[in-house]
């Protein structure tokens, strides 16, 4: 069992590292980005207020949370 302490000082905020991965990983989930894009291209010219591209979103946000677990959980550790 490891235990990682990162001492920071009392004036320093400390760091988020999920934004740090999230943005390590959005790179390896182009394909469900450009679907998502897409999607709200189709949207916008919808008048009825009917579609939406929640599922899309939600499909991205799915790939970059995938990514990011397994290291995140490691830094955890």
Not at 16 to 44: H, I, M, T
Request: one cysteine or more; glycine letters at 4%.
């Amino acid at each position: 069992m490891r235990i990682h302490f990162q001492m920071i000082r009392a004036d320093e905020e400390p760091v988020d590292q999920k934004k740090y991965f999230e943005d390590s990983c959005k790179p390896k989930c182009v394909r469900a980005w450009l679907e998502y894009q897409g999607c709200v291209k189709r949207v916008e010219a919808d008048e009825t207020g009917h579609k939406h591209c929640t599922g899309q979103y939600f499909d991205y946000w799915h790939c970059v949370d995938k990514c990011v677990a397994p290291k995140l959980f490691e830094k955890l550790k």
